[in-house]
């Protein structure tokens, strides 16, 4: 569905390489059965298809009008989000709001598996930028999110906007997340911050490649991203990574 390879690199570091050159029927399929839910909570129920339909037209309406890097930024965090909820992760936000008025003031999702929360971030590069790397990417994703849990830039406190987003009705409320974003958002105010290696963290890098598009090339990038993750400091890391042609396909889907 995804074309993707899974590399297990140790206990607490796994790699996800990700090539999507067109949709094929499988992965339009599963954008159907799961556009509604990322969109708006996994207890928002379907009534009829038309909110399908509504959906759709929402997410292409949020696209419309946004700058270029806007744009495949959204795209870009709609396909990790579809990734990862395929991979069992429990989305704890709505993708409805992450993205009004184009600048974010939190991080990009929280996710729960096994009873373990992993914050993430979404970096992305266009077709004409032709020095981009995943390496980059990532590095500049897992900077970010640094900053964020180690209170950086402290006019903005991610915790208070990831714990609003963990007690909207439509999430699949969970009490212990929702008390511990609580409470690093109270100790983010009160200027105690946290350390990043007490975090699991999702970095992911998209990188569009128009008509350049080839598959990663997986042997290469594993030893790559193994370099530059030893270099840094976390509890566990999924790390995504992405060769899309272009946002192109996911427009057309919205569109049908």
Known sequence: MFNRYKIKITENIILHFLNIDAYNPRLKNYIEESIHFIWNGDN?????????????????????GKSEEQKIGIVSEFI??????????????????LEEKGMKKGFDGVYLINDDYFIYESKSSLETTLTATHNSNIGEAYRDLKGKIEGDNTTNDPWRNAYNHSNIRTIDFNQTISQTLKSLSKDYVNGTYSQIKDYNIIPSSTIYLGTRYSDIDKNTLKDNLVRLLSRYSFKSINAICINKKSIQNFIDYLNE
Do not use: G, P, V
């Open 80 to 97: 990790c989000h579809l990734y990862i909820r395929a991979n069992k992760f429990k989305q704890h936000f709505l993708f409805r709001n």
């Open 44 to 64: 928002e129920l379907i009534e009829d298809t038309s909110d399908i339909t509504i959906t759709k037209k929402e997410i292409l309406k949020l696209i419309e």
